[in-house]
């Protein structure tokens, strides 16, 4: 992540995108309404005129056009008012145009189908334009009739002036209405940031370790990512303790076997034999410990593995290995079974419980792997002489036969494993006459 990177900038910044793009285009849209509005209300005005010029229109006994001096409308009388008209007497060749029309020339319309309105903005000299009003009739005035076009002229300044306020207004108000929204949306996004904001603070607190984890109560949106990190401090410390109680035990431990040793430098006769005692002694030590500080623990975080597989895996290993005794290891798990487990820890805790019975057995080993509800129960019994002692066995260097090694180390990593997932391991009798191990493990 690039350094400066802002959630809540890139938020506003999206947030002001699309405000201003959708009130550009809802300005746009009411402009040209606006503007069309404006165009057809001058039409209107236009077409109007056209009809005071029809009232005033009349013919002479030979059919040409009369026009009175004066027109209805005023503008029409004053020379460049920015109102013109034009009437034209098409059998006759006829022309008549207002007052206001002196000292121009104005681009009037002579051709339009007769009963026809025609509206357009036309071109004149010198670059200005014009709205125009154009009507075809033929008018009878008793028994005579002449077919007349009249055109009526309006300079663009006056729609171009309305169109032109409107726009400024409206942009104004849109502008304000967009600056308003904008600090509108910003004090939103940091309301709506604010339980972020709080949760970064904790977090950096817990990192100086002025508090022990995530307390404050977030949004349901923020509490799923709260509970993880929890889980993930305490896993964490969970393992750094571990990892402490490991260490410390592996160095309080060693320090009696390391003591025989010294003691038995000056005995050359006991030596090799203290020597091979106390190393024994000194691997079961260092396999317990490192066993306890690997255990990954609730595996919350690790995806679902099979199960079957791994029980395979560890059945063909320990055939091998025990196959001068002739011992019979038989696996009996769900093929589709998958757990949310450490592949290691898994591996640790079946094959420890495996490799125990193994070396008890007489003839035989049955392992079996179930779901039960919510949780994962693995049982593993032999026919060998079972447990004297289900309690002290757990125990770190209590061993029931020395000519068995390993024994009691394997079952104090499976129960220090088992309880890393706050599981349970208990240990009793089997049906088939040895000893039973069972694990329950709690989902995830």
């Not at 236009?46 to 009809?51: A, D, H, I």
């Not at 920015?82 to 029309?101: C, F, K, P, V």
Request: proline share 4%; aromatic share 6%; with cysteine.
């Amino acid at each position: 992540m690039k350094p400066g990177y802002s959630l809540r900038a890139r938020l506003l910044l999206g947030a002001a995108l699309v405000l201003l793009a959708f009130l550009a285009g809802a300005g746009v849209a009411v402009q040209r309404a606006h503007e069309d509005s404006v165009r057809a209300a001058h039409y209107v005005r236009l077409q109007g005129t056209v009809y005071l010029l029809l009232a005033q229109a009349e013919l002479d006994p030979a059919g040409g056009l009369v026009m009175p001096r004066e027109t209805a409308e005023p503008r029409l009388s004053l020379p460049g008012s920015g109102l013109y008209a034009a009437i034209y007497n098409t059998d006759r060749g006829q022309e008549w145009r207002s007052a206001s029309t002196v000292g121009m020339r104005a681009p009037f319309r002579r051709t339009v189908e007769t009963g026809q309105w025609h509206f357009e903005a036309v071109e004149g000299e010198a670059g200005t334009s014009f709205l125009s009003a154009t009507y075809a009739v033929r008018w009878a005035a008793g028994a005579r009739a002449a077919p007349l076009v009249l055109s009526v002229l309006e300079e663009r300044g006056e729609f171009k002036r309305e169109v032109r306020v409107f726009a400024r207004t409206l942009w104004a108000w849109l502008g304000g209405a967009a600056a308003l929204l904008l600090a509108a949306q910003l004090l939103l996004l940091r309301w709506s940031l604010a339980p972020l904001r709080r949760l970064a603070g904790e977090i950096l607190r817990v990192e100086n370790g002025e508090q022990p984890r995530i307390e404050g109560l977030y949004p349901n949106e923020v509490s799923g990512l709260t509970d993880n990190l929890n889980t993930l401090i305490q896993q964490e410390r969970v393992r750094q303790t571990r990892y402490k109680e490991a260490l410390s035990f592996l160095a309080h431990s060693l320090k009696t076997p390391l003591a025989v040793l010294r003691g038995a430098l000056h005995d050359t006769a006991q030596l090799p034999a203290a020597v091979e005692q106390q190393v024994a002694r000194m691997d079961g030590i260092v396999q317990h410990q490192l066993g306890r500080a690997a255990a990954s623990g609730s595996a919350r975080f690790t995806p679902p593995i099979a199960v079957l597989p791994v029980l395979q895996r560890i059945r063909e290993a320990l055939r091998k290995v025990y196959a001068d005794r002739g011992v019979a290891f038989s696996v009996e798990c769900d093929a589709g079974l998958a757990w949310r487990i450490d592949e290691g820890d898994l591996f640790e805790i079946a094959g420890n419980l495996m490799d125990n019975a193994g070396k008890w057995a007489r003839s035989r080993v049955a392992a079996r792997v179930w779901r039960d509800g919510a949780r994962l129960r693995i049982r593993v019994d032999d026919d060998g002489p079972g447990f004297s002692d289900t309690e002290s066995i757990l125990r770190m260097h209590v061993r029931l036969d020395e000519r068995v090694p390993g024994h009691g180390v394997g079952l104090a990593v499976v129960n220090d494993l088992v309880a890393s997932h706050e599981g349970e391991l208990v240990l009793g009798r089997a049906e088939i006459g040895g000893a039973r191990a069972d694990v329950v493990l709690p989902a995830p």
